[in-house]
């Protein structure tokens, strides 16, 4: 099966070059864009996070937040990384009052301030680095490193959404999946082979529901 | 679990790396996206960039490079070296950049660090100390800039708290003291940095042995272990820093199947 149009949502909060190059290593020929009809008209769609859930949140107070609903209503593969996963929640511990898009029911929380690693020094925030998880799931690979850069993760109502776990001073949500949608805390783009196996498997028929 | 990383450090120059290295059958060992595309191959966990350019005419050099770095190296890429403003920011991550080092504009103006935190995320912004003892004074180090010219007189830990609390999302920190020796890093100044933020430290100069990465990230409590030379000599590849890390003990991404 061919790849299609992949369309990354382009928020206007950061750098998407490390995603789109990410998609090109893979053989897509990635197109950026903030228009509702050209995200709405891909085969694919990618949400990337940088930046805020605050400014996110706004960002997807409009028509390009209704456009992902709607995109991810048709049941066409979405893939969301970093924010781009948060995003999909209720709200977020990060920007109180702020609605998130709601597919899924569930909050995004801060890491604790007083979690400690196991020699009892504290965790640092952000969890910046490559983390190892635990999942099996098809789509990850049990055991591999990925490359996580964050303070907030999410915390689903449904905890058959979680795909694969973390552990930072306790396991965390690392990924989720649910029929069409596929979204991962790390960042496969920046995750090496690792990572790009996992865009692979997106931009693969390989399903992951 | 978290594992420590290991970064290699490229000095470039109008493009170029400074010091040569001698990675075997290397095209050309002053491309900086080649030996950058050696050192993920050779499983690090990041690659920095530290531009040397003397003038700011030739930055365009500096992008072209990012963003060529960026096209095929899919870890984590850091640059640094003459971010000034905001539109320097925006450049080098809209060329490619994960993460943008500031350090001297910092301290002339420690308002720009919180609003391009705010603006670009804190993941994006980290903020490099310079740092050397104070002669005569146990447990004192002052910040210096301009490439270790200019001493400003600011406490370092107090830096280190206050760049914290401005938002940058991990610190660089350079023993000055150290820098250039291969005889360790300060792990009394990486200890007590590490101890008083609540953000990761990125310990840097001085690495010469395999031990001294080991006690960085152990005695120095350091988050991830940047060196240049000891790679770029060609004493050790990161693959063999990363296996030695293992048998000791120490949590680290193994080198990737392929």
Redesign the interface.
């Known amino acids: 099966m061919s790849a299609g149009r992949v369309a990354i949502v382009d928020l206007g909060l ?2 998407l ?2 995603v789109a ?2 998609f ?2 893979a053989g897509a020929d990635p197109e950026l864009s903030a228009d509702p009809e050209v995200l709405l008209r891909a085969d694919r769609l990618v949400m990337p996070g ?3 859930f605050k400014e996110c949140a706004h960002a997807l107070a409009g028509e390009i937040g209704e456009a992902v609903r709607a995109w991810i209503d048709s049941g066409r593969p979405y893939l969301g990384i970093c924010l781009g996963m948060q995003a999909l929640f209720e709200s977020s511990e990060e920007a109180p009052g702020e609605k998130g898009l709601g597919i899924f029911r569930g909050t995004v929380k801060r890491f604790a ?1 007083d979690l400690l ?2 020699e009892g ?12 998880i635990d999942s099996t799931h098809p789509v990850f690979e049990d055991g591999e ?1 990925y ?5 907030y993760y999410v915390v689903p109502d449904d905890e058959s959404l979680i795909a694969a776990t973390a ?2 001073g306790g396991p965390f949500c690392a990924a989720i999946a649910r029929d069409n949608v596929l979204a991962c805390q790390f960042h496969p ?8 196996r996992v865009i692979g498997h997106f931009l693969g028929d390989v399903s992951w529901s | ?5 290991i970064i290699p450090c490229l000095d470039v120059k109008e493009g170029r790396v400074v010091k040569g290295i001698n990675f075997v059958g290397l095209r050309d060992a002053g491309d900086p996206v080649e030996s950058a595309q050696r050192y ?1 191959d050779g499983g690090a ?1 990041e690659i920095t960039f530290l531009d040397i350019t003397a003038s700011h005419e030739n930055r365009r050099t500096l992008f072209d490079l990012v ?1 060529r770095t ?3 190296v ?3 890429l850091t640059v640094g070296g003459g971010v000034r403003e905001r539109r320097d920011v925006s450049e080098l ?6 993460k943008v080092s500031i350090n001297s504009a910092a301290v002339a103006n420690p308002t720009f660090v919180r609003d391009m935190s ?1 603006a ?5 912004i980290v903020v490099a100390i310079d740092a050397k003892r104070v002669p005569g004074e146990e447990g004192k180090w002052t910040v210096y800039t301009h490439g270790g010219r200019r001493d400003t007189g600011l406490d370092a830990i107090a830096w280190a708290e206050k760049m914290a609390d401005h938002g940058a ?2 610190i660089l920190l350079t023993s000055m003291d150290r820098d250039g020796t291969q005889d360790g890093y300060d792990l009394v100044l990486t200890r007590t940095v590490v101890d008083a933020i ?4 990125v310990a840097s100069g001085g690495v010469g042995t395999l031990g001294h990465v080991h006690e960085g990230l152990t005695a120095g ?1 350091a ?2 272990a940047l060196a240049a030379s000891i790679f770029h000599d060609g004493h050790y590849t990161v693959a063999e820093v990363k296996e030695y890390l293992l048998d000791h003990g120490v949590c680290v ?2 080198p ?3």
């Open positions: 950061g750098n070059h490390s190059k990410a090109e290593r940088q930046g805020a301030s690693d196991a020094n504290p965790l640092k925030v952000p969890h910046i680095g490559w983390n190892q490193w490359y996580f850069v964050h303070s552990d930072y783009e920046k995750s090496q082979h690792a990572g790009a | 679990m978290l594992a420590k990383r993920s966990d963003d960026a096209s095929t899919a870890v984590p991550l809209h060329a490619g950049a994960d705010e670009y995320g804190a993941q994006a999302g991990e609540p953000i990761p430290v409590g988050d991830a991404r193994p990737e199947r392929t």
